[in-house]
């Protein structure tokens, strides 16, 4: 089949990709020409974990295009997705600017009949929206269908080849059997796709997301009750997620959720609830919650110093929002940074792949270090915020040896609170004593 990606980000650039690996051609319109040059010479722009091999592969196939002209996209593709940017407006609501501006141009554009596919996070009514948009203009026949992505920054690539569930929001007959037959390949093992209304594909993207963030939010509440009674919130999570209705996912506490999807997608919905005179009571304390706890041990550390941070030297461990990412929109470790160098605290900080966009934002705030043990050096302490998997066994007698005093503020519960002090350490976690 013959398919045309406008938008060329996250979510655009893993779709396009892997509906090339299964045999279509597919064209990826964007406006950054310098962009577009990138990956015409085989370079992906982003960090994600197996989408370098796909991409390369399908660029050498000629089955994954790149183009700065959306009149080209849209004489190549019968169906044509829109993954554009839905930023965080000013009050919180889902900014569609990008979307219904591309619309126009499509309804302006288009000679034949297409299906245009939501793939960006988008409000409930926006199919009917970008239906009317181009409607304005078009002289023939199109489908306007909601097909919100479900995919973790991580694990695009396996969470698009093999989706748990494909949602399909379409009231046409003939597009829902062109986006079934587009998406066959990738269900073959029988993981359902479900085909609903718009308004209800819409609100589902929504819906999961701010669940998980509520779960998320839930155990984090836990496991700060934990260190006021002394329980231990590993035991806790444990206990709760053998439940089957429960389950043992998204309970793992710490410093808050951040990224591109949960914090912008909550705050969507709670705003778009406003607007129909509806209060999403859990969602103003996911909020609330998730933003006080991305600093929760920032009040620790000012203990541990005494109250005095200026010219403390402090290592952080983990920039990124989440691991086998470079993305650190919303990251705790920002906010936790903000704070450290609000109090006059010095930080040399590292991570795997995120110090270019981190780099970009505090310039020469902070020091960047080359390796996660060259940051400890002549450090006072080691702050961890994100959960790489390097930093999960590390080297414990140089990280003392660095280390001015054997004191580890761990904000994602890597280590054995046990282990840790028999190996000599202070370790102040989350929710555990």
Not at 43 to 52: A, G, K, Q, R, S
Not at 284 to 306: A, G, H, R
Request: net charge negative; aromatic share 8%.
């Amino acid at each position: 089949m013959k398919i045309t990606v406008v938008g060329t980000g996250y979510v655009g650039l893993v779709t396009g990709t892997c509906l090339a690996e299964t045999g279509n051609e597919v064209v990826c319109v964007d406006i950054d020409k310098e962009k577009v040059d990138t990956m015409r010479n085989g370079t992906v722009p982003i960090y994600e974990p197996h989408l370098d091999v796909l991409f390369e592969r399908n660029i050498e196939a000629n089955r994954l295009q790149f183009t700065t002209s959306l009149d080209e996209g849209l004489e190549h593709g019968q169906i044509v997705f829109l993954a554009l940017p839905t930023p965080e407006d000013e009050d919180g609501s889902a900014d569609l600017s990008y979307v219904l501006n591309v619309a126009e141009e499509i309804g302006q554009k288009i000679k034949t009949y297409k299906v245009i596919v939501d793939k960006s996070t988008v409000p409930v009514g926006t199919a009917e929206k970008v239906k009317a948009v181009i409607a304005e203009n078009a002289s023939c026949d199109f489908d306007v269908v909601s097909n919100p992505e479900f995919l973790r920054e991580g694990f695009a690539v396996d969470d698009f080849l093999k989706p748990e569930r494909i949602v399909i929001g379409s009231s046409s007959e003939k597009a829902t059997q062109l986006m079934q037959k587009l998406y066959a390949p990738f269900v073959r093992s029988g993981n359902p796709i479900i085909v609903m209304d718009e308004k209800s594909a819409e609100l589902t993207k929504y819906a999961a997301n701010s669940f998980l963030a509520t779960k998320i939010t839930f155990m984090n509440e836990i496991a700060n009750y934990c260190e006021k009674v002394g329980a231990d919130v590993d035991k806790v999570r444990a206990g709760m997620g053998t439940d089957s209705r429960i389950g043992k996912r998204f309970l793992f506490p710490g410093i808050g959720y951040g990224g591109s999807c949960f914090p912008k997608d909550v705050k969507a919905l709670q705003k778009a609830g406003k607007n129909e005179n509806y209060d999403f009571k859990i969602l103003n304390s996911v909020i609330e919650v998730n933003k006080n706890q991305k600093t929760i041990l920032l009040p620790k550390i000012e203990d541990y110093f005494k109250g005095d941070l200026q010219g403390k030297q402090i290592a952080i461990w983990g920039l990124a929002f989440k691991p086998e990412t470079d993305d650190v929109r919303e990251a705790p470790a920002i906010d936790m940074m903000n704070g450290l160098l609000g109090k006059g605290a010095k930080l040399t900080v590292f991570d795997p792949e995120a110090m270019p966009n981190i780099q970009k934002q505090f310039g020469d705030k902070l020091n960047y270090a080359d390796s996660m043990y060259e940051a400890l050096e002549g450090a006072e302490i080691l702050l961890i915020c994100t959960e790489w998997s390097i930093f999960r066994t590390p080297d414990f007698s140089r990280i003392k040896h660095e280390l001015k005093n054997p004191t580890i503020f761990d904000g994602r519960n890597l280590y054995n609170v046990d282990d840790l002090k028999k190996e000599g350490f202070k370790y102040i976690s989350i929710g555990r004593n």
